[in-house]
């Protein structure tokens, strides 16, 4: 039984990401594959375009077997935090022979030389990363230069896309962690992450998003399987769907005009609490929010994860509390999915969690596992159904 | 020059408050008119159906001559909160010779015996109301059972309806304060406050409410002046308004699924805390939370009040720090209204507030003003326009 695992979002699941996984299956010659994926919210700092349970549905047509949620605390956070979250519980499954995930240029050697440095911290790369640190630039670009002055490699290139900088963070738990894990890369097909242009063969999620805001399911069929669109369909005429992050500008402004305490928010300096604030004098939008704070040094990015875990209520010190997961909560199977499931139940320590209504009894700290109820809780307050609420409690597992 | 005041909310001003303005200053033989009026919530717990300015000039087409606001921490509280503000509001002034309101049956005589009851609470009263309170009925009908023991009179016709409770509240003011304004009182035409059908020559504010919410302005010509008619209209045409309290229940349910404080807010008792916090677990919209909460004990109008202060951030210990509203806030006035001002200037106590930007400086305590700031932008957050902000600072006062 060999084991492949990824971490995904599909959201939507398109193309690229159905290329993606057959070419990881094929690649690590695996016959099992264990998805962990973001919940309600994603990575980018703002909800899914729909909810977990539709998503999970998605990747289980695509060909997983069991797909694990990844706790808000971390699917919100920085590339590092999620990376981290992540691989961390991969690793705590304790049955994972592989994670395969996709590179610009999908060559794993480049991206484990960057990583040799980034953990080891060689001398002369420490006191470049200080000196430019110094001058007040961003801490990813003043580690872009770092790294510059000690590897012989067109390392702005690979730093450059989002994509990279997840391969050398997951690379970097799984050093961390000593994990037995071994890791493929794919090259990556289609357009930047970045683009929202859809043409050629395959597009961004971000693109397909953008066109399903504007003009809905028709533009994006050529990219998409044909089970994602109808899976978007069906929510979309139930009102469920499609979340964007403007359906939660009213709470947000007006958490912040209330002056709701920002410096307990991991990422948050005393400069970029006090712009917060200012612009959400100026604004009742959160993407207008978002332009008129952003600069070189406030990343879009950032600021969009401070906001999200304003919304979410979650506080920096979550992190220091918590060393990753402390539960695996399934989402959804097939049949191989409950052989995987058995494996983990004899291998794992970490308590399985089905039945959402044992929770309590499962979990010594229901801290981080309470941010996802709250989080599905706030995420449905985007639907059309306004009965629809603590869904985590009543949406049943997705099997195949 | 002798003086009327009125107080008023005028959401939206209709054919019966003309009326009202007319025979209150017929019968006071007043012919200078000051309102205070509710801004932009108002006494049912909800917002107005337009902002604070366009009923300034509502009520300045209808012949008022200077609107004066009621701080939102009254304008938005019980009847005797509300009733207290207002009436101090109108006694600071020291310019005010007679208050008019409107009451079912037009007769001073028996409110005022009424009032002498519950200000002196003579014995029987008082021993009949504590019989009646251990029963656990609502505050309101022990009163009025306690009441009908004392008083030979049709004491339930009395208490039944909202403007004779607030008339009675009135009353009690004047005679907490020793004010030396002269209460008159007026017929009340039309239908009752709470009846939603448009039939007859008057039609009640929430039933023209309710039909524009539903279908627009077309049913309503007959029951508003042609100037309310075209304010409104103009204002739905900007995306100002209507704006209803759905607008904010997003907002409140995510407070409330957040666990927000409700022990510090007015009126909450425990029972209703917990039935509030469990309520928002089961919809995601205001009216539906407002339905399964209320009961013979706790008032559809308590919990509108508990909740619109809960958005509002107002903390029932202001009601302690003050002893009715601490500055005289102009929203707007005709060329009359700049002579009662001259008047008010000599012979107020209070600062009158005309330049926003000046309320630091005119305030020893400001908490009171920043939650006028605070409602107003709270408010706004119902717009359309995104772009609307700190209206308080930037909008003129209104002159006609």
């Given at each position: 039984m060999k084991i492949l695992g990824v971490i995904v979002e599909y959201n939507p699941l398109h193309n690229g990401h159905l290329y993606h996984l057959q070419a990881s299956k094929s690649l690590s010659n695996c016959d099992y594959t264990v998805a962990v994926m973001s919940g309600n919210f994603v990575q980018r700092g703002e909800p899914a375009i729909v909810d977990k349970w539709k998503r999970t549905l998605m990747?289980?047509?695509?060909?997983?077997?069991?797909?694990?949620?990844?706790p808000v605390v971390y699917a919100t956070s920085t590339a590092e935090n999620f990376a981290y979250g992540a691989v961390k519980l991969l690793d705590s499954l304790n049955v994972i022979d592989y994670?395969?995930?996709?590179?610009?240029?999908?060559?794993?050697?480049?991206?484990?030389?960057?990583?040799?440095?980034?953990v080891e911290e060689p001398p002369p790369y420490k006191q470049a990363l200080k000196e430019y640190l110094k001058n007040g630039i961003t801490f990813a670009k003043a580690r872009e230069l770092a790294l510059k002055k000690v590897i012989n490699n067109e390392i702005e290139k690979i730093l450059q896309t989002s994509?990279?900088?997840?391969?050398?963070?997951?690379?970097?738990?799984?050093?961390k962690l000593k994990s037995p894990i071994k890791p493929l890369t794919i090259k990556r097909k289609g357009p930047l992450y970045t683009s929202l242009e859809l043409k050629g063969e395959f597009a961004s999620a971000s693109s397909i998003r953008k066109h399903i805001f504007d003009r809905g399911l028709k533009d994006v069929e050529n990219y998409i399987p044909n089970?994602?669109?109808?899976?978007l369909k069906e929510s979309f005429l139930k009102g469920?769907?499609?979340?964007?992050?403007?359906?939660?500008?009213?709470?947000?402004?007006?958490?912040?005009?209330s002056k709701?305490?920002?410096?307990d928010i991991f990422d948050v300096s005393e400069g970029l609490e006090n712009k917060i604030y200012k612009a959400s004098q100026l604004t009742n939008r959160i993407d207008e929010l978002i332009?008129?704070?952003?600069?070189?040094?406030?990343?879009?990015?950032?600021?969009?994860?401070?906001?999200?875990?304003?919304?979410l209520n979650i506080d920096k010190k979550i992190f220091e509390e918590f060393d990753g997961p402390n539960y695996i909560r399934i989402l959804g199977f097939n049949k191989k999915g409950i052989e995987i499931l058995?494996?983990?139940?004899?291998?794992?320590?970490?308590?399985?969690?089905?039945?959402?209504?044992?929770?309590?009894?499962?979990?010594?700290?229901?801290?981080?596992?309470?941010?996802?109820?709250?989080?599905?809780?706030?995420?449905?307050?985007a639907y059309k159904n306004s009965s629809i609420t603590g869904l985590d409690f009543k949406h049943p597992i997705i099997k195949i």
């Open positions: 990747a289980l047509k695509a060909g997983i077997d069991l797909v694990i949620e990844l994670l395969c995930f996709g590179s610009e240029r999908g060559n794993i050697e480049e991206l484990l030389e960057i990583v040799q440095i980034l994509n990279n900088i997840l391969a050398i963070e997951y690379l970097k738990s799984l050093k089970f994602t669109k109808e899976i469920e769907g499609p979340v964007s992050f403007e359906e939660f500008s009213k709470i947000l402004i007006y958490k912040l005009r709701a305490p920002l410096e332009k008129l704070i952003k600069s070189k040094r406030y990343t879009e990015s950032r600021i969009r994860h401070i906001l999200t875990h304003l919304l058995k494996e983990i139940k004899k291998k794992s320590q970490l308590p399985i969690i089905t039945k959402i209504s044992h929770y309590k009894r499962k979990l010594n700290n229901v801290k981080m596992f309470e941010k996802d109820l709250f989080a599905t809780d706030v995420y449905t307050l």
